[in-house]
């Protein structure tokens, strides 16, 4: 299972997408979008499922800006 994001609720999903973004993006970007997606999907998912999902779509996201660039 992955772990949440930022802003108290862990910190593996930011690390992971850190990661996976060095390099491509800037750290603070990819922060920025992990949690606005973070804040998009609170209360609309099963929490069981938030960091699966807040994994895929801030990669998403991230996938699409890196593309754009």
Do not use: C, K, T, Y
């Not at 949690?35 to 998403?60: K, M, N």
């Amino acid at each position: 299972m992955r772990g949440r994001s930022g802003g108290g609720r862990g910190s593996a999903v930011n690390r992971e997408l850190s990661a996976e973004f060095d390099g491509v993006l800037p750290r603070v970007m990819v922060e920025a979008e992990i949690a606005v997606a973070e804040a998009e999907l609170l209360g609309q998912v099963p929490p069981g499922s938030l960091d699966e999902l807040l994994h895929r779509l801030a990669g998403h996201r991230l996938w699409e800006r890196a593309g754009a660039r």
